[in-house]
C-alpha cells in the first residue's frame, strides 16, 4: 500500500495546512506499514522541496510542466489522479483548502475511489474498517463515515491535526504528466492579493467583531487586539454586509468557515448561522454585554461586560504579559 499527499504551496511556499496533510498522511502510512509519496505541482524551489522530507515524506514527487505554474483545478486533479495511479497509491490526502474543496470530488471521480471531506481525525481502521470522523452541518456536529472503496480520498480540515515532524532522506523524482486542452476549460490569469495577514482558514487566533462594536471606528480597537495576539480578523455577516469589514472577513454559514485553536467573539450575539462556521473552534471566547446572549451556551470562556471597557483592558493585560 501507498499513500499519496498533494503538497499545496502558495506563491513557491509550503503553507501550515500543507505540513498538516503531511503529517496526518504519515501517520496513516505507519498505520498501514505503506510508503508516503508526497506530490508538489507548481514553482516550488529545491531547498522548500526538501521541507516535505523533513515531516515525513518517503519521496517528493514534482511536475515540471509551464502550465502548471498557476492552480487549474481540473489539471491538477488530473495530474493528482495520474501520480496516485503510477505510484499505486490507496489513499489520496490533501488539504480542505479552497482549492482541495474543489480538487477531492474529482480526484475521487478520476481514481473511482470514495471520498471524506472536511476529515478531523485520523483513520479508525480497527476489523478492517475504514472509518473516518469529519464534521458534518457547517460544523454544528460530526460524522463518523465509513469508505468501504478500495481507493480513498481524504480531505483533512485545517487546524485539526499536529504537526510532526519525521525526517527522510531526500528522494525528489519528476513526473511527465499526460494533460489534455479539456484540462483546461478555467484557466487562472492572476491572483490579486487582498491581504498580507494569514488567512482565515489557516489562522490560530482569531479575533471576531460583531454589531455590538457600533462602527467601523471602533474596529481600531481589535485590531490592536488581533495584533498583540498574533491573531486574524474577521466578523459577522451584519458587519460585512454594512460595509464596516470586508466581505472576506465574514464568517459562519454563509462565510468562511475556521476552526482555530482561539476564537475570540466580541459583540457577536451567536445566531445559528455564525455559529455554524466557527463552532468547531478550539476555545472560544465569548465578550459581550448582555448576559443571555446565545454565543455564551457555546463559549469556553464567556465576559459579560461592555466590548469598550474589556477589550482595552485584555490589550494592556497581554501587552503587561509580554513585557
Ligand atoms: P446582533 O445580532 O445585532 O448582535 C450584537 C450583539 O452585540 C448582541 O448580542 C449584543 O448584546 C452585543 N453588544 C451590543 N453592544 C455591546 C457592547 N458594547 N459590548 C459587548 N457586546 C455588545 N451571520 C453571520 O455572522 N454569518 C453568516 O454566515 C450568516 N449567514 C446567514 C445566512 C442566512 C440565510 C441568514 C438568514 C442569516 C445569516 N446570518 C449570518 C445572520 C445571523 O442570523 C445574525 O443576524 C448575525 O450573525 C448577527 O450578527 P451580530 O451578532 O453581529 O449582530
Known sequence: MSVLVYAENAGGNFKKSTFEVISYARAIADQNNATLTALSIGEVD?????????????????????????????????????????EAATVV????????????????????????????????????????????????????????????VISLTPNSYQITEAAKPEVIEEFNATLNESDFRAVLKEIVQATDKVSLPEAEIIVSGGR????PEN??????????????????KPVSDAGWRPHSEHVGQTGIAVSPNLYIAVG????????????????????????????????????????????????????????
Open 93 to 152: 490526502v490533501l488539504s480542505n483548502s479552497f482549492s482541495g474543496r474543489g480538487l477531492a470530488p474529482r480526484i475521487g471521480v478520476k481514481l473511482n475511489a470514495g471520498v471524506i471531506d472536511g476529515a478531523v481525525a485520523l483513520p479508525d481502521q480497527a476489523d478492517g474498517k475504514f472509518v473516518v470522523k469529519k464534521t458534518v452541518f457547517s460544523g454544528k456536529a460530526f460524522a463518523m463515515v465509513e469508505l468501504t472503496s478500495a481507493k480513498k
Open 268 to 323: 457577536i450575539s451567536g445566531a445559528i448561522q455564525h455559529l455554524a462556521g466557527v463552532s468547531s473552534s478550539k476555545t472560544i471566547v465569548v465578550i459581550n454585554k448582555d448576559p443571555d446572549a446565545p454565543f455564551f451556551k457555546v463559549a469556553d470562556y464567556g465576559i459579560v461586560g461592555d466590548a469598550f471597557e474589556v477589550v482595552p483592558k485584555l490589550i494592556a493585560a497581554i501587552k503587561n504579559n509580554k513585557a
Open 212 to 215: 455590538g462594536l457600533k462602527g
Open 219 to 236: 474596529w481600531r480597537m481589535l485590531e490592536e487586539l488581533a495584533d498583540a495576539l498574533g491573531a486574524a480578523l474577521a466578523c459577522s
Open 46 to 86: 529545491g531547498n522548500e522541496l526538501k521541507i516535505l522530507a523533513l515531516y515525513g515524506a518517503d519521496k517528493i514527487i514534482t511536475v515540471p510542466n509551464e502550465k502548471l505554474k498557476n492552480f487549474v483545478n481540473q489539471a491538477y486533479a488530473s495530474v493528482i489522479a495520474q501520480v496516485a495511479e503510477s
